[in-house]
Structures are given as C-alpha cells and as structure tokens.
C-alpha cells in the first residue's frame, strides 16, 4: 500500500518534471516541424542560470522567498536571449529544409550549446537546495516530501492549462493552429509565418529553460544534464503523438509512472523501463498515441 | 559508374600494405589512433551506408557497444580471448539483435528512425549502466587477444592486433563497398529518393531497409570488438547517444560519396580532437557543431564531394547544353 | 480475347463519403481503354485500388481470375500489373538513366544477391533501348530535376513499362504536356506500347485523344461508372455529355453526325443520378 502511494506521488513528480521539459520540443515539432534536439541545450541553460543566481543570491544572506521570483525570472532570461540567437542566428536561414536535416543541424546547435554553458559555468555542479526545502515538507500518509514536489506539480499543471487556452481560446493561438494545419497556405492568406516561427521557437526554448529552472533546485546541476534529458523528451513525445500537447501530457504522465514504479519496485530497470513503455506503445500505434496517420496523395 | 567501383576498391587494396607498413615507420602514438579509428570508423560506415537510403541513425553505438561487451563478456565469463571467436561472436549477437530490431525500425522513416534507433540504443545504456556485474558506468577491461592458441606479448601482440585490425577492416570496406554498388545498395538509393516508386517498382523497401540495417550493425560490432580490444577496456558510453551522434558527425563530415571517406573522416577527426582537448578542452564540442553547421550549408555533400567536384562539373555543363524538350 | 482484369462491385469509402462506388469494370488483354470523368469522380481510386495503394473498402479484383483484392503493391506489380502517375514519380536527384536501372535491377531480381555488382554493360544497353523507344534517350545523363514536365512524364511512364506489365494504367499521361504537344506524345507513347501487347487504360481529359486513341471508353461521375462502350457511344450519352464533359467539347456536335445513338451505357449504373 505504501509502495503505491509512493508510486503514485512519485510518478506525479515525474510526469510533472517530465512535462515541463519536453512540452517545448512537442510544440516546437508542431508548429515548425522541428525535432529541435538543442532542446535539451535550453534546459541545461535554464538549470545552470537558475542554479547560479539562487547561488548569488542566497549568498547575500537574504530571504529564500525571493528565490520563487529568480527561478522564472531566470528560465525567462536564459530561453528568451538563447531562442532569439538561435532561431534568428541560424534556424531562420534553414526553414523548408528537409526533416532529417534539421535534426542534424539542431543536433550542431546542442554540442554549441554545450560548451556555451561549460564557458559560462565551468565543469563544477551547482546546487541550490534552498527553494525546494523552503516550504519544508509534508507527509503523504506517512511519507514526507517536499512540497516543492507539488509545487512543480502545480506549474505543470498550469503550464498545460495556458498552452490549451492560449491555442484554442486566443486570436493568436487560433491563427497558431491555422500555421500547423496548413503553412503555404496561411502565408497565402496573409499570416506572418515567420514571425509565428519566432515566437513559437521563443516560447518553445523558454518552456524548455522553465524545465531545467525550476528542476535546479532538487538536483545537482552537472554537465551532461541536457543529454540527459533530449532522450527523456524523445521517450515522452513520441509515446504521445509528436506535435501534440495533450500527447506531451500523456507520455509524461505513462513515463512518470513507469519511472516511478521501476525506482520503487525494481531499481536497475529505472531508464529501461521508460523505453520499454515507449517500445510497447509504438508497437500498437507506430506513431504515437495522438498521431494521426498521414497517406500521400498520388 | 563500374570504373569508379573498380577504383575505391583497388585504391583500398593499395592502402593495405601501406598502412600495416607504418605501424613500423610512425610513432606509436599515431599508429594507435589509427587503430582505434578503424573500429570506430567501421561504425561510421555502418551509419553511412544506411544514410544511402536516407535513413539517420543516431542509436549506432548500440552495435558498437554490443559488439564490445558480447567479445567483453565472452573473455571475462569464459575465459576465451581467441580474437576469432571473439570477432565470431560480436557478429552473431548484433546480427541475431538487429534482426529482431529490424522488425520494429523497417517501418519508421526521416525523424522516426533517428530516433527510435537513439532510443533503442538507450535501453542498453540504461540496463549496462545498473547492472554491477558489468561493473556499471565504469564497464571493465579486455585480456590481450590471442590467435588460434598463439598468445603474443608485448610489441609483437600490439602489432598482431594492429595488423589484423587494418586487414579485417579493409575487408568490410570492399564488402560494404560492392554492398552498395550491388542490387539493395542501388534500392538503397532510390528509398531516399522515392519510397512509394520503389513500392510500385515491385519490391519490397522493408525488406531493403531491414538488410540494410543489419548490415550496419554487424559492421558496427565488428567495429566495437576491434576498439575493445584495442583498448582493452568497455564501458556503456559506447552505445550512449552521445557516441553514436559522433558517428554522425563523421558521416556528414566525410559525405555518404565514397566507402573510404568514413574511415578517413574518423581518423581526422581523432587527431584533431586530441590537439583540440589539449588546447581548449571546453571548445571541442563547440567546433565539431559549428564543422557541422558549415558543412551542412556549404557543402551538403561532405568533404569528399571536393575530391569529386570537378568531374561533376564538367557533367553538368554537358547537361546543360543537352537539347531541352517539352518547351 | 481474354478477360485479364475484372472488378466486382469495387467499393471505397472515406468516412461517409463514396469515392468508388459498386465499379464493376472488366479489361480485356491486349486492349486500350480510356477513362474519362471530372476532378473528383474515382478514377485515380480505381487505379489505386488495383495497383493495391488503396485497400477497396468492399467489393472484389480478379487478375486472370484470381483474388487480388488487398495484395501489396509490390505483389501485384510483380504479376504484371503497373502504373503511371498524374505527377511522376521518379528518383528526382539521379539521372534518367539511374532511374531506369534501378526500375530494370528490381525487375529482374529474382533471388537477393548482396555483394554482386547490379549494373553490367548489358543492363545499361537495355535501360538506353528502353529510353530510346520513348525518344528520350538524349536525356540519359541529365538529373531528374532539370528535366520538363513532359519528358518527366515519358520517364515515368518508361519505368512503369521495364517489368513488360500485361496490364498497364497511365494516370493522365498528357497533364503537363502542352496542348498542341498532346497529339505527338500520345502517339509515340501508343506506338512505344503496341510494339509489346500490353493492355492499357488510360486516364485522360482531353476527348480527342480519348478519340483518337481509345475504341473504348469509361466515364465515371461521383465514384460510380456512368458508361462504358464504345467511345464514340459513351461521348454521345446525354448523362456523360451532361455530367462528365460539360460544355467543352462542342466539337462533334458541329461536325455531321456519323451514327447518333442516345443508348446508354453498355452496363446498368445504379449510383448514376
């Protein structure tokens, strides 16, 4: 019984973690078509900014309340100045270029990325367990966590609820679905596509350094971290439906779980058991759960 | 078209003798990083061959790595460092592997295969990395390989293993060389282009794909026990997604052109890393990304497609004055 | 003659929408046949469903009379069925004659042999005469990408001919061949094809090369034959006049008339509105 509320908060936990970071990399897909592996490049960004600043910050001895504003103040920062550059520095130059390729040049990106943040950082970890023991912890039947834990739950949650309404409720969001259904078109009808391309690119990238920002806290921020996590992505978007939130959700949701339940039930398994999920799930639907099958014309 | 086969593969036979020659003449050093980038420019050339048909696999390491623990494993439980047996069975476990994998990765294409073959390859990083009979994240080492009951020290073991790498190596480039040239590699070439003509064409691009795929993967474990014993160690980084991404990085360093560009582009490229670790170890993964990105747009076919340049032009003028019909 | 090809009440929806609808439609060896119908009305289906692209929701094909209903394309080309497409369908970045030696290797392979060379001198030959019977063969070396749409489209076609097929479809083979060109093409692609016995139909807009080319002529509207005859027969039918060619083809009402005959359609078409 123990084992299954510990599974359960603990899968929480994961979905959440797991959502936050690769929501980004699905909405990138969706819109522009991009399997963006410099995603995890991002995440590692956020991770470092906000790790470094609640460093500086809780060195001055000051209150660890503020930390709650330097979190996103941080992903913020590190998303907005690193998507602009790379959207603007380089992807723009390489739109309608054939799917493959843009792995590979997003793939580029990553390794860049890698070493923009040993240059800035250092090879030495960074923690900032600060925030997440602020609020101390609460007992689920017996069980203590932090309730940082459900904080992040909580963002998730709120992240996905203002994806939803921002696409299917707002002018923009709407105009967003017109740009996926159909590009050549909507450029047709006068929508900016490229500059959709750039705000999407943005708010993907910033999604992406939320994930590493708000992680910082519960982990020691380490190279490597954003290699990392681009496979925990793959895993959750793909098992979803490539391009879809909702799917995003699902796939965090089933790879959280199977996480959880491996680290409790039968630790070795922990990374295989993300991918055996992943394996069976293709299995049955090729791609994805949210996927809709595409047939050429000819 | 056959004149150029005949080229690649007599320009390979040449190289042979040259190259077990200078494991006398050079340092030690160079002739070491010769030998280790044979067994990993064997895996670039199992991601070059399937880049023919169009397919990217960023999970190559996966053979790489079983290869490596399958000859590991063999000499650590039973005892055998034979480098036949060892070589024998790398082969069978990555043939009997991929052919099963096969099954799954046939039907995926572009974005899809790159990925679930980088996931599949994650799998084993994840199961080695916890399993603590295989000594974890930190793997474990390789005995001296012997040779038919022949156990060589020494010198004369490292120049053994050294020569039989560069003959075993040279090998599977002719082999993949006139793979490609023959029926599958030239089916190979029109699944890149055109998969639903294939289809209509009457055959079966699963079935080219999954050849193919098995193909690489026997190359790249053939590979990954050459590098072990080389090294005389193995560890999971072998099949972590970072490693097979390097692989990549060859293929579209070197272009999918010719046969011999992978194992050149690998031997370059560990060269280069050595001085570029020394120099500045934290802009190494810097200058690999922004070689790629200018290779990817300056020169979409690789390196080797400056090597092939000026004949193509001298076709495509004759092209252009051809008669234009239809107008 | 010989029934080679026969449909059985053929069938594809889409959801609630009928793109082929009770087709029932039998081809002879040898013959020519043309296919008329506006944007929309299943001709394309039809070949789909044939060539095995599309699995017919209902309904049955026979090949020699034999089930081939839901075959893979691959299986079915392999029996002697092939096809042209409306936009060709080629290896866009090698050259014609690439394109024709993959299409000739494939044909021939009978057991997969990994190592051995594909391409002889021999092959080569075979795949230029091939060219040569399309009068293409001055553009051999020249990439796909820098060709017209018309020699595109005889590429296409020459492709879909190297397995000798017994029954050949051509997807509007004349779209994207200028007009005064259409006569010409047709011709030297019926000449190319006469010389090897195959049956062909033919999908076509334009009603005098349907004339020209065709003794027998299909017309479909909504998913569903509306008349199959004579062509001379079905392009009088007042329903395929009304439904099918519309106000376009004025010509043979001003010429005199050869035998007007208002018959309908050789077979019942339940679905006919």
Known sequence: MLTAIAIAVDGLGFAAWLFLSSVGLTLIYGVMRILNIAHGGFYALGAYSSAWAIGLYTATGSTTALTFLIIPLAALAAGVVSGLIVERGILKFMYGRDEVLMVLVTYAIFLILEDVTKLIWGTESYVAWQPAFYFGTIDVFGIPYTVYKFLIIAVALIVGLVLFLGLNRTRVGKLLLVVIEDREISGALGINVTRFFTITFVIGATLGALGGAITAPEISVSPGIGAEIIVLSFAVIVIGGMGSIGGAMLGAIIVGFARAASVHLYPPAELFSIYLVMAAVLAVKPYGLFALAESRKI | ?327 | ?273
């Open chain 3, 1 to 273: 003659m010989t029934t080679i090809l026969e449909t059985r009440k053929l069938e594809k929806a889409f959801g609630a929408v009928y793109a082929a609808k009770d087709v029932n439609i039998s081809i002879d060896a040898g013959e020519v046949l043309g296919v008329i119908g506006s944007n929309g009305a299943g001709k394309t289906t039809f070949v789909n469903m044939v060539t095995g692209y599309l699995t017919p929701s209902a309904g049955e094909i026979l090949y020699r009379g034999k089930s081939i209903t839901g075959l893979p394309t691959r299986d079915i080309t392999k029996l002697g069925i092939c096809r042209s497409f409306q936009i060709p369908q080629l290896f866009l970045e090698l050259p014609v004659i690439e394109n024709m030696l993959i299409a000739l290797t494939i044909a021939k392979q009978t057991t997969p042999v990994l190592f051995k060379p594909a391409i002889n001198p021999a092959l080569e030959a075979e795949a230029l005469a091939l060219l040569a019977r399309f009068k293409i063969d001055q553009y051999a070396d020249q990439e796909i990408t820098t060709l017209p749409q018309g020699v595109r489209k005889l590429v296409d076609i020459a492709m879909a001919t190297v397995a000798e097929p017994d029954l050949l479809f051509l997807d509007e083979p004349t779209s994207g061949v200028s007009a005064d060109e259409k006569m010409d093409f047709m011709r030297v692609l019926i000449d190319a094809l006469k010389s090897t016995q195959t049956a062909v139909l033919f999908i076509e807009h334009d009603m005098e090369i349907v004339e020209a080319f065709s003794p027998r002529c299909v017309a479909f509207y909504e998913g569903t034959i509306l008349a199959d005859g004579p062509t001379a027969e079905v392009l009088e039918d007042p329903k395929v006049r009304e439904f099918v060619i519309g106000s376009e083809f004025h010509r043979s009402a001003a010429e005199p008339k050869k035998t007007k005959k208002t018959a309908t359609a050789k077979q019942p078409n339940k679905g006919a509105k």
């Open chain 2, 1 to 327: 078209m056959t004149k150029s086969l005949d080229r690649t593969e007599l320009g390979l036979i040449i190289a042979l003798p040259i190259l077990i020659c200078i494991a006398f003449v050079l340092p030690k050093w160079i002739v070491n990083y010769v030998q280790v980038s044979m067994g990993t420019g064997l895996v670039a050339l199992g991601v070059m061959i399937q880049m023919r048909a169009g397919l990217v696999s960023f999970g190559q390491g996966l053979y790489f790595c079983v290869g490596g623990y399958a000859a590991g494993m063999m000499a650590k439980f039973l005892g055998v460092s034979d480098l036949f047996v060892l070589l024998a069975i790398g082969i069978l476990a990555a043939f009997v592997l991929s052919t099963i994998l096969g099954f799954l990765l046939r039907r995926y294409r572009e974005i899809f295969y790159a990925m679930l073959s980088l996931a599949v390859s994650m799998i084993l990083f994840g199961l080695l990395s916890s399993t603590e009979e295989l000594g974890s994240t930190d793997g474990f080492n390789l005995p001296t390989a012997t040779y038919l009951g022949w156990a060589p020290e020494g010198e004369t073991a490292r120049l053994t293993l050294y020569t039989i790498t560069c003959i075993v190596v040279i090998g599977c480039a002719i082999a993949l060389n006139r793979f490609l040239k023959g029926p599958i590699g030239y089916i190979n070439e029109a699944i890149r282009e055109n998969e639903l003509r294939v289809e209509y064409l009457g055959t079966s691009a699963h079935k080219a794909v999954h050849i193919t795929y098995i193909l690489a993967a026997v190359v790249s474990a053939i590979g990954g026990v050459l590098w072990a014993l080389a090294l005389g160690h193995v560890d999971p980084e072998m099949t972590n997604w970072t490693t097979s991404g390097q692989f990549v990085f060859v293929s579209i360093l070197s272009g999918i052109g010719n046969i011999a560009a992978p194992l050149l582009g690998t031997f370059i490229l560990e060269i280069v890393r050595v001085y570029a670790v020394e120099f500045s170890p934290n802009t190494w993964q810097m200058i690999l990304g922004t070689v790629m990105l200018l290779i990817i747009i300056f020169l979409p076919k690789g390196l080797w497609s400056l090597l092939t340049r000026k004949k193509k032009t001298k076709q495509e003028k004759l092209a252009a004055s051809a008669p234009a019909a239809g107008e």
